[in-house]
């Protein structure tokens, strides 16, 4: 007696497509993640290539929607692989999703300081920027107003330390977190101290340029920094949170190092005169 087979339903192609270029899409991010750190190209590539990823996941969302449509209306094999290809597509769009609500939220620029009237220079990482990076000179008053209406807390740090024990510490904090240090000079006589380093992004491992000025006020000191993007015009924040976040971790390196105050030696007490006319007793 012959078999009859049933033919199964045919998979949808958009969901089957939709999987292909989400997956696509994530080594290519990866390699535009790979450029940067290892420093193979410029910024200019690196970016073309990430924001490719990103158009692909976007693609792959879009046919992912179309073909769950399908497959509702028609029964049609496929909803695996829509899934799929959505779940990737938001995957890889969730974090520069949330980066545009903060440059929304937060001041368009890319360069804080604690000090806008005389902020810390960059004086040796000025020469290691390429033509295609922000220019080294602060922007000015505008920044300043945008800054102080962002980022209020942003302002210098004095410490009752001196400024040699505020430079260490700045060094131990700077070595701890990994920057790159280009440039060291430390604090001596009326000299102000001064460091020069480059930091990371977490993610995609852009540079930010910093600079940390030491300078010695009467018995303390009074700590500056300065973090900069080396490209865009936005930092999404970045910059402001890696200053409060030194600044804090100086300070509380300061408290701890602080001498606690000299209590005063109590003398022992001396035993009271005799009386007159009396004779202490002979020994026998």
Do not use: C
Not at 92 to 117: E, H, K, M, N, S
């Amino acid at each position: 007696m012959p078999v009859r087979r049933i033919a199964a339903e045919p998979a949808s192609r958009l969901a089957l497509w939709a999987r292909r270029i989400a997956g696509f899409s994530l080594p290519v991010a990866a390699l535009a993640i790979v450029i940067e750190r290892a420093s193979l190209l410029e910024i200019v590539p690196v970016l073309a290539t990430f924001a490719a990823a990103l158009a692909m996941a976007t693609i792959a969302i879009l046919l992912a929607a179309f073909a769950l449509v399908g497959i509702w209306r028609d029964g049609t094999e496929g909803f695996g692989a829509a899934m799929t290809a959505l779940l990737i597509g938001v995957a890889l769009l969730a974090y520069p999703a949330f980066l545009g609500v903060q440059a929304y939220r937060l001041p368009a620029i890319a360069d804080v300081t604690t000090d806008p009237i005389d902020p810390p220079r960059f004086e040796t990482i000025g020469r290691l920027r390429s033509r295609q990076a922000n220019p080294i000179a602060y922007a000015g008053l505008y920044a300043a107003e945008l800054q102080k209406t962002g980022y209020p807390d942003i302002v210098p740090l004095d410490t009752p330390t001196s400024a040699r024990s505020a430079y260490d510490a700045t060094m131990a904090l700077i070595t701890k977190r990994r920057w790159q240090v280009i440039n060291t000079r430390a604090p001596v006589g009326n000299r102000d101290g001064y460091i020069e380093a480059v930091a990371r992004t977490p993610i995609m491992g852009f540079r930010d340029d910093i600079a940390v000025r030491i300078r010695a006020v009467g018995q303390g000191a009074r700590v500056d920094v300065r973090s900069a993007s080396r490209y865009g015009r936005i930092d999404f924040g970045t910059n402001a949170a890696r200053v409060r976040a030194l600044l804090e971790d100086i300070d509380d390196s300061a408290a701890v190092d602080k001498p606690e105050p000299a209590r005063p030696v109590q003398k022992a007490k001396q035993p009271p005169p005799p009386a007159k006319g009396h004779q202490p007793a002979k020994g026998r």
